[in-house]
T-cell receptor, first 114, second 116 residues
Framework: AQSVAQPEDQVNVAEGNPLTVKCTYS??????LFWYVQYPNRGLQFLLK??????LVKGSYGFEAEFNKSQTSFHLKKPSALVSDSALYFC????????????FGAGTTVTVRA | AAGVIQSPRHLIKEKRETATLKCYPI?????VYWYQQGPGQDPQFLIS???????DKGSIPDRFSAQQFSDYHSELNMSSLELGDSALYFC???????????????FGSGTRLTVV
């Protein structure tokens, strides 16, 4: 069963508008949660992670994500999107156990139009 | 800062051939993970090594094998290649397997394998 769900295949926003990429998880307990970004023909770049503490996590390039335990969500947000934010975004989860591998969501393609 | 280095960047092989992908982790990282990302797919975990021993195994075909060497670099050996093996293969490294202490583990740029 998929541990991570990204319900939107694509998100389209205008430059300067807020950007939200949704992610929900189904791992029991409080997992470790991550966001990665992938540009065309490039590797996966780490954006941010939630381990513990403050539910609002700030990451690279002005992105942030909010961990919501009751909704089992970890949505990625950016207040003002840039054209250069256009990329493929992956949410990933790792259980709080000795299982160290990441399970990825299916990915969401973000397109920011000028 | 040094990153995870993967070689080659691109590889074209014919069916039934053999391929070897290499991964050089960030200096002092002792754990290596291999992932496979098919076209339009999310990355899938293949196998990992910690201190030169296999630490976990995912959906890795029996035709594939991997190992981690004394210098902590890792090689993924793929034999009897099939068209369906065409994918982007990522390597990631971390210090130990205690992931929370790391800055999310770091991925290499990947090796794009095309089987024709």
């Amino acid at each position: 069963a998929q541990s991570v769900a990204q319900p939107e295949d694509q998100v389209n926003v205008a430059e300067g508008n807020p950007l939200t990429v949704k992610c929900t998880y189904s791992v029991s307990g409080n997992p470790y949660l991550f966001w990665y970004v992938q540009y065309p023909n490039r590797g996966l770049q780490f954006l941010l992670k939630y381990i513990t503490g403050d539910n609002l996590v700030k990451g690279s390039y002005g992105f942030e994500a909010e961990f919501n335990k009751s909704q089992t969500s970890f949505h990625l947000k950016k207040p003002s999107a840039l054209v250069s934010d256009s990329a493929l975004y992956f949410c990933a989860v790792r259980p709080r156990s000795n299982d160290y591998k990441l399970s990825f969501g299916a990915g969401t393609t973000v397109t920011v139009r000028a | 800062a040094a990153g995870v280095i993967q070689s080659p960047r691109h590889l074209i092989k014919e069916k039934r051939e053999t391929a070897t992908l290499k991964c050089y982790p960030i200096p002092r990282h002792d754990t290596v993970y291999w992932y496979q990302q098919g076209p339009g797919q999310d990355p899938q975990f293949l196998i990992s090594f910690y201190e030169k021993m296999q630490s976990d195994k995912g959906s890795i075909p029996d035709r594939f094998s991997a190992q981690q060497f004394s210098d902590y670099h890792s090689e993924l050996n793929m034999s009897s290649l099939e068209l369906g093996d065409s994918a982007l293969y990522f390597c990631a490294s971390s210090l130990g397997t205690d992931l929370p202490t790391n800055y999310g583990y770091t991925f290499g740029s990947g090796t794009r394998l095309t089987v024709v």
